[in-house]
């Protein structure tokens, strides 16, 4: 009789446990089934923003543009830009070994969130959202072909990434920051122009990030 009421609360317990992960709501739950997303991964995603999930837009491949009647295959939810970042690089490679890419989001109307796709290779991240820096002649495949050649060189993450901004996270620093910094400053000028202001104050910021963020105003 005992070993049956011992099983019958530890049946208990794990159910309550259950239903404490799962805090996705009922549309949260519809959504993730139709795009076919691990539940408790996004669960735990919304135990720490504390914010209801939306499907990710699709972008206009030409222009870059998000559209507001038509989907991609993913979810993006609002938080803060310290929050995002801080829940990108806590979660980043827990997602990725399941086959998804986490990163920053920055939505139409400016306001910041953290975004799931499926993927392994930071770089699709920057091919959903087709970012560029179109006044500077650099278009999507261009800046994913220098994030490319950066990657293989040093390894890096995509930390975040807008229509013409992207954040990137280093696993190793380049071993001659002052020619690196050169060739950051000719790819996008508006890193010193209109950012750090020097070189040599771009080579301070990216020994301090540990990484780049780069925009074409």
Not at 97 to 124: C, H, M, P, Q, R
């Amino acid at each position: 009789m005992k070993q049956k009421l011992l099983l019958a609360a530890i049946g208990i317990s794990l159910l309550f446990g259950c239903s404490q992960k799962n805090n996705l709501t009922s549309s949260e739950t519809e959504l993730v089934k139709k795009i076919n997303f691990n539940a408790d991964l996004i669960s735990e995603l919304k135990e720490l923003t504390k914010s209801d999930f939306k499907q990710l837009p699709a972008i206009d491949g030409e222009t870059g543009e998000m559209y507001t009647d038509k989907f991609y295959d993913g979810i993006y939810t609002e938080a803060t830009e310290d929050q995002a970042v801080e829940y990108v690089k806590k979660l980043k490679n827990k997602f990725r070994e399941s086959g998804y890419l986490i990163f920053e989001f920055e939505s139409n109307d400016d306001k910041k969130g953290v975004a799931v796709i499926k993927g392994t290779n930071d770089l699709d991240i920057l091919r959903y959202r087709r970012t560029d820096g179109i006044n500077y002649d650099v278009d999507n495949t261009a800046l994913v072909e220098k994030i490319s050649e950066w990657k293989t060189k040093y390894g890096l993450i995509v930390i975040g990434c807008s229509r013409d901004w992207v954040h990137i996270e280093f696993d190793k620093l380049p071993s001659d920051l002052d020619a690196f910094s050169k060739e950051v400053y000719a790819f996008c000028p508006d890193s010193v122009d209109q950012g750090v202001g020097s070189l040599s104050n771009l080579k301070a910021a990216i020994k301090e990030m540990n990484g780049l963020w780069l925009w074409w105003d």
